[in-house]
Every structure is written in structure tokens, then in C-alpha cells.
């Protein structure tokens, strides 16, 4: 019996915390409450005689008060008539009675979910300590009376008073309601002259009742919304004024000399077709456009190390032409102020050989030379700074 008890409670335990995981993400919070409960069942003192000869009625009356979701406590009064029974006589004889128990209750369905909140069934142990007392046992004074070989083992005297150690387990409807239906189990514990019969072994008594109660004062609501104000750090853009270098054109006229070389390769002399020389003749060219009354001579070489003085001639010369077109066609310089010039290979500006493949670019007058002032500016950028701000938190309070 007490091993089937055990099993159907874990397993009721351990399905309804389960079932908890998913019901108390949004459902109301239950918090204290108060409640009065009347029970009715079948009782049982245990004795040397089958069970059903034994059932007797039993009632209840209790007052209980939960201080949280899992603990309670509860004042239990019940009793009514108990009976006991002498197999060899085939005689049974009764008695009245009454227990007054002070009992803790603790909620296992709420201990073990992952919130305080109500389920469709709870588990709950119930345990104990009071008083029991038992009287009117005339039932036994009689039997001792046309027994005597009874006397040994009855407790007639009217002294039947007994401690009363409870231990319980209770099934429980949803607790957010006003009323709930109850199954409780109590195995209660007394002194050995509870049942009038002398064993030398504290009695049992084992009762059973479906209880109806009716829950007050409990409070049971729905969260509202109320507005907290919290401080964090943040990172935050703010102006911020930094100081830069910058530079300013400055142009001036100096009286100068150029003397700008554009380099050709061997067997060059088409200036169109001569690589690298494009950006040596542009350069040239916005030169000598800072210049308004500046005459430029546009003289060709080669070099005396390859070919022979024949072709050299005609390779210097066409190279010199060449870089005029480009200067007057290409890049708009007056043809008044360039003359063209060639030198063969009978002069050689440079040492090394293949450097003589050349045109050298002269002239004399006044250039507008551009130089740079470099100087500090104020410039208005931002910046990223760690500030505490406060914020508004909306938090659900029950």
C-alpha cells in the first residue's frame, strides 16, 4: 500500500512540474492566500482484521492560510467514529474520536516549476503534530464484560487521550480559483490506547477524503506595467574641434633658366611613337605656359656610340621636330617663341652614351612659380565619448 502511494505520488510530481515548464510563462502569480475546507471519507484503524471490516466514516474540518506559492499552514480538526474488531469473537466494537493537528504543507508542484504560478493540479505533502482523543468505548467495556479473557488486551479507562503524528500527501485543484476540489491521503500515528486494544505499538489510523474549499484574501493578478528610469554607459558622437595642416598655393615671378631633357630609346626618333616621352613633353609644356615672354629652344640629339654620323643627324633633327609639333599643335605653345635645333652626335651633353639619345628644351624669362605655404586650420569633426544617460524600463510588476 504504502509503496503504490509513493509511486502514484512521483509520478503526479513529476508530470505536472512538466506540464508547469510550459504553463507559467504566462499565466497570473499567485501570491498568499487564505482558505476554509470541509472534507469527508473513509478511515481505517489498523488492527489484526481485514480492512473492509474496519472502514469507518470520517470528516474534517480545517482552516489554512499559504504564505507563499509553496508553503502553507492549516489547522485541521476531524473525527467522527472509529472501529475496531476481535476476529475470534467475530465481534466488532466502535468508538468516537477526534484529532487536532496543526499541519505545514509544502507544495511540490510549485517548488519544483520554473515560476510561481498556479497548475490544473498541485502536489502537496502534508505533515503534522497535535492532539487525538477517544471515548465512548462502552462497544469494549461490554465485550471484557461477557469476555474476561479480554482484559488483558482492552484499555477500558475513559484516559485515551494521545499525541497524534501526521504525515500526508493531498491532490489539489487550481489554486487560482475561489473554490477546489481535494484528495487527501493522511497516515496519522497515536499512542497505543487509541483503539482501546493493548498491543504494546503506537495505532494507525490511515483516512482518505475528497475535500471542498473555498479560497479568500489571495491575490491573484494580472501584471501591470510600471516605468523604471536606469543609468547606463553609451558611446556618443560629439563636435569636436581639432586642429589640421593645410597648404596654400603661393605664386610668384622669378627670372630663370629651364633646361628640361626628354629622353628617347635607341632607333627612337618619332615622338609619337617614343614611350614615356606623352608626359615628359606635357610637363614641358604647362612649364613653359607659365612663362609669357619666354623663348625656348628645342635642340636634338644622338648618341655617338651607335650608328654613324649620317644617321644620327637624322635622327637628332627628327626628334627635335618632332617635339616642336607636339609643343605648338598639341599643347598650344606660340611657334613665335620655339625655334628648332639639332646637333647630330657632334655634341654630347652627357657622359653616359645611351643618354645622348635626347631633346633638351632651353629657355630664359619670367616664370610664375607656384610654392606652398603650409599653415593651421580649425576644422569641426566628431568624436566618440562614453556618456551616462538614463532610460525608461517597462517592467511587469504583480
Known sequence: MKKLLSLAALSLLLTNT??????????????SYNYVEVQGGMEWTTTNAKIDKLLSP?????????????????????????????????????????????????????????????????VILVGGIGLANAWKNDDMK????????????????????????????????????????????????MDDRFNSKVNDADDWMISGMLGLSYRFGYKNTK?????????????????????????????KEEQKKINEVIFFEIRESDANAAQGTEKAIKDVAD????SEDAKFTV???????????????????????????KL??????????????????????????????CVIITGEGTFKVTTYEEYDTQKVTTKKVKKTVTRDVIEEVY
Open 223 to 251: 501584471p501591470r506595467q510600471v516605468v523604471r528610469q536606469v543609468e547606463e554607459e553609451v558611446w556618443v558622437d560629439v563636435p569636436d574641434t581639432i586642429t589640421v595642416k593645410e597648404k596654400r598655393p603661393i605664386v
Open 58 to 122: 470520517i470528516g474534517a474540518v480545517s482552516f489554512g492560510h499559504y504564505f507563499s506559492p509553496v508553503v502553507g499552514a492549516r489547522l485541521h480538526v476531524s473525527g467522527l467514529q472509529a472501529k475496531g474488531r476481535f476476529e475470534s469473537l467475530d465481534k466488532d466494537y466502535k468508538w468516537n474520536f477526534i484529532t487536532t493537528d496543526a499541519d505545514l504543507m509544502l507544495n511540490l508542484s510549485n517548488l519544483f516549476s520554473c515560476c510561481n504560478y498556479s497548475h490544473p493540479v498541485n
Open 18 to 31: 512538466v506540464t508547469a515548464q510550459d504553463h507559467c510563462k504566462n499565466g497570473p502569480k499567485l501570491k
Open 287 to 290: 612649364l613653359m605656359k607659365t
Open 142 to 189: 461490554a465485550l471484557v464484560q461477557t469476555n474476561p479473557g479480554l482484559a488483558p488486551l482492552a484499555w477500558t479507562s475513559d484516559n485515551r487521550l494521545s499525541h497524534n503524528l501526521r504525515a500526508g500527501l493531498r491532490l489539489e485543484t487550481n489554486v487560482t480559483k475561489p473554490l477546489g476540489l481535494s484528495l487527501e491521503i493522511d497516515a496519522n500515528s
Open 328 to 357: 605648338i599643335n598639341e599643347h598650344g605653345i606660340d611657334a613665335s617663341r620655339i625655334q628648332s635645333d639639332s646637333k647630330g652626335d657632334t655634341v654630347q651633353p652627357f657622359e653616359e652614351n645611351d643618354k645622348n639619345r
Open 299 to 325: 635642340t636634338g640629339y644622338a648618341d655617338k656610340g651607335t650608328g654613324n654620323p649620317k644617321l644620327n643627324k637624322m635622327y637628332a633633327q627628327k626628334r627635335a621636330e618632332d617635339v616642336t609639333n
